[in-house]
């Protein structure tokens, strides 16, 4: 079992769509946890970043950990044909240990 | 560029080649790393650098030769690679290894061994 499971996609939705996106895991000892976007033909850049258990929001985006289920998700609100990009999760459980990622899901927003 | 810079942007290489890849971070962190990024699977975590020390050696195979003069500069060296080499190579930096706030990565090297 891969430590973190996560849809490729792609996902395909209109413009002003609700996404949600998300990775399930198996280690219980993840406490930290973000979210990446990456464009096409660009690194990966930081986007939401929460320690346990919750709701962080920033602007149009939600992240939201549920450790009870070792379940995590990324809500994009009202989105928009820029936010077309490859999402991809990632989590650590603290001190020297690496950051585990998701393989990451496409998503796609039309006009 | 501000940030983590990568250099070449693309690379073709044959199998008896030897090419280098370059990183330059801009941000004042300590640590650095090598990720392979190929499509549809997870980052693969390849090198780590603290402090100019390697830490971590993800079982990489030798035709892989990291290098780090100092904090802010990362190489990685290519010789006698293979078809299923090719990928994306991401350099990223962080704060330093223990102090995870996520990392910055630069726009990454396309290589394709022919």
């Known amino acids: 079992q891969k430590e973190v499971e996560q849809d490729p996609g792609p996902l395909s939705v209109p413009e002003g769509a609700i996404v949600s996106l998300n990775c399930t895991y198996s280690?219980?000892?993840?406490?930290?946890f973000m979210w990446y976007r990456q464009y096409s033909r660009k690194g990966p850049e930081l986007l939401m970043y929460?320690?346990?258990?919750g709701n962080k929001e920033d602007g149009r985006f939600t992240a939201q950990v549920d450790k009870s289920s070792k379940y995590i998700s990324l809500f994009i609100r009202d989105s928009q044909p820029s936010d077309s990009a490859t999402y991809l999760c990632?989590?650590?459980?603290?001190?020297?240990?690496?950051?585990?990622f998701g393989a990451g899901t496409r998503l796609a927003v039309h006009p | 560029e501000t940030g983590v810079t990568q250099t070449p942007r693309h690379l073709v290489m044959g199998m008896t080649n030897k090419k280098s890849l370059k990183c330059e971070q801009h941000l004042g962190h300590n640590a650095m790393y090598w990720y392979k990024q190929s499509a549809k699977k997870p980052l693969e975590l390849m090198f780590v650098y603290n402090f100019k020390e390697q830490t971590e050696n993800n079982s990489v195979p030798s035709r892989f030769s990291p290098e780090c003069p100092n904090s802010s500069h990362l190489f990685l060296h290519l010789h006698t690679l293979q078809p299923e080499d090719s990928a994306l190579y991401l350099c990223?930096?962080?704060?330093?290894?223990?102090?995870?706030?996520?990392?910055?990565f630069g726009s990454g090297t396309r290589l394709t061994v022919v």
């Open positions: 990632a989590m650590f459980s603290g001190g020297y240990n690496k950051l585990i």
């Open positions: 280690n219980s000892a993840f406490q930290y």
């Open positions: 990223a930096s962080s704060q330093d290894v223990g102090k995870n706030y996520g990392y910055t």
């Open positions: 929460t320690y346990s258990s």
